[in-house]
């Protein structure tokens, strides 16, 4: 009888140790899935429960945040990629505070560094903003 690579256990170690892994790891993945669904829901309260507030305001910056996804398909060795896009601007109202929203892409794009103007937001949900002119 040989020696194992694998020791005095054999291979069979490995079939004890695999499932608990991948077991180990599904519960995290899920684990992870729950509590950002509770912080989802969480933060979607506290924003109803907020005041809609409209204040003076002026966009300091404005980002984007480029997330890409890729697919392999076994079937006839092709990928498809996508790419999604995500716009936030930041603006200090009249405290020197200043607050970062997301925004949609039309509102990203007819807003400009310097623009003054009326923000409305409720919590951490933007609402609007109304250039001044």
Same mark, same amino acid.
């Given at each position: +009888? @040989?020696?194992?690579?694998?020791?005095?256990? @054999?291979?069979?170690?490995?079939?004890?140790?695999?499932?608990?892994?991948?077991? &180990?790891?599904?519960?995290?993945?899920?684990? +992870? &899935? &729950?509590?950002? *669904? &509770?912080?989802? @829901?969480?933060?979607?309260?506290?924003?109803? *429960?907020?005041?809609?507030?409209?204040?003076? *305001?002026?966009?300091?910056?404005?980002?984007?945040?480029?997330? /890409? =996804?890729?697919?392999?398909?076994?079937?006839?060795? +092709?990928?498809?990629?996508?790419?999604? #896009?995500? =716009?936030?601007? #930041?603006?200090?109202?009249?405290?020197?505070?200043?607050?970062?929203? /997301?925004?949609?892409?039309?509102? =990203?794009?007819?807003?400009?560094? @310097?623009?003054?103007?009326?923000?409305?937001? %409720?919590?951490?949900?933007?609402?609007?903003?109304?250039? %001044?002119?």
């Amino acid at each position: +009888m @040989g020696v194992s690579s694998f020791g005095n256990s @054999g291979p069979g170690i490995m079939f004890s140790i695999v499932p608990i892994f991948i077991f &180990i790891v599904f519960v995290l993945v899920i684990g +992870m &899935i &729950i509590v950002q *669904a &509770i912080k989802g @829901g969480k933060q979607w309260k506290q924003n109803n *429960a907020s005041p809609v507030l409209t204040v003076d *305001a002026t966009v300091v910056s404005k980002r984007t945040d480029v997330s /890409h =996804y890729r697919r392999n398909s076994n079937e006839n060795h +092709m990928s498809t990629s996508r790419s999604s #896009t995500s =716009y936030y601007v #930041t603006f200090q109202v009249e405290s020197g505070d200043r607050m970062e929203f /997301h925004v949609q892409d039309t509102e =990203y794009g007819m807003l400009v560094e @310097g623009d003054m103007g009326n923000l409305t937001f %409720q919590g951490t949900r933007y609402k609007g903003f109304e250039r %001044q002119k």
